[in-house]
């Protein structure tokens, strides 16, 4: 299940904060440009699933640059037992658009 731009940005204006957002970029894309969120690049991720446990039961929304990445994120969480996992459609490149 995938999250659009128009949702979650619908959700920060409304201050809903009933969601973790994960970011998978890599550091250098982070500083560019980000929205918050919790840092993970997708190659630390299966080495930092500790991090994430907190949030097993939340609902969070991955993103990347454009969507590919966390995509992949958002796979590899599933398999380690998180349920309500999203990935943000076309990620910051859409965001930004």
Same mark, same amino acid.
Request: hydrophobic share 35%.
């Given at each position: =299940? #995938?999250?659009?731009? &128009?949702?979650?940005?619908?959700? #920060? *204006? ?9 970011? @998978?970029? &890599?550091? !250098? ?5 980000? @929205? ?9 991720? +299966? =080495? +930092? =699933?500790?991090? /994430? *446990?907190? !949030?097993?039961? %939340? &609902?969070?929304?991955? !993103? ?10 958002? &796979?590899?969480?599933? %398999?380690?037992?998180?349920?309500? @996992?999203?990935? /943000?459609?076309?990620?910051? /490149?859409? !965001?930004?658009?």
């Amino acid at each position: =299940m #995938e999250a659009t731009v &128009e949702e979650l940005k619908q959700r #920060e *204006t409304d201050g809903k904060n009933d969601y973790v957002l994960l970011d @998978v970029r &890599e550091d !250098y894309e982070r500083a560019e440009f980000n @929205v918050g969120g919790i840092h993970v690049p997708l190659g630390q991720l +299966s =080495m +930092s =699933m500790d991090k /994430l *446990t907190p !949030y097993r039961d %939340q &609902e969070i929304i991955v !993103y990347c640059r454009s969507g590919k990445r966390s995509a992949m994120a958002q &796979e590899l969480l599933r %398999q380690c037992g998180f349920k309500n @996992v999203r990935n /943000l459609e076309g990620g910051m /490149l859409a !965001y930004q658009g």
